[in-house]
């Protein structure tokens, strides 16, 4: 069972980044994905949630209107595409599994590497 993230980088503030989180070794048709995220010396926090089966996302207020959660059922890919990103979105993300939606990380066993996403000023 194996999640694995890509697509980070170095972007300028206003630019976009798309993401792309691999889902591999299960059936996920039952999970809710995740994108957290963590910034040096900050805990890990919620962006977004998508339902696999229903594709119903949920956001961060902080992300709201600016980042779209989206999956490919037949690919078993999950995206994280962000636009007007901003200095503070700095951080390291990271793709999860879990059986329902979460908004705080504790509960979620399953979990992507990490891809570094950078804004600069």
């Known amino acids: 069972v194996q999640l694995q993230a890509s697509g980070g980088g170095l972007v300028q503030a206003g630019g976009s980044l798309r993401l792309s989180c691999a889902a591999s070794?299960?059936?996920?048709?039952?999970?809710?994905m995740h994108w957290f995220r963590q910034a040096p010396g900050n805990e890990r926090e919620f962006v977004a949630v998508?339902?696999?089966?229903?594709?119903?996302?949920y956001y961060a207020d902080s992300v709201k209107g600016r980042f779209t959660i989206s999956r490919d059922k037949d690919k078993n890919m999950v995206y994280l595409q962000m636009n007007s990103l901003k200095p503070e979105d700095t951080a390291v993300y990271y793709c999860?599994?879990?059986?329902?939606?979460?908004?705080?990380?504790?509960?979620?066993?399953?979990w992507g590497q990490g891809t570094q996403v950078t804004v600069s000023s």
């Open positions: 070794g299960r059936t996920f048709s039952h999970y809710a």
């Open positions: 999860a599994a879990g059986s329902r939606i979460y908004y705080v990380p504790d509960p979620i066993d399953l």
């Open positions: 998508i339902t696999w089966l229903g594709g119903v996302p």
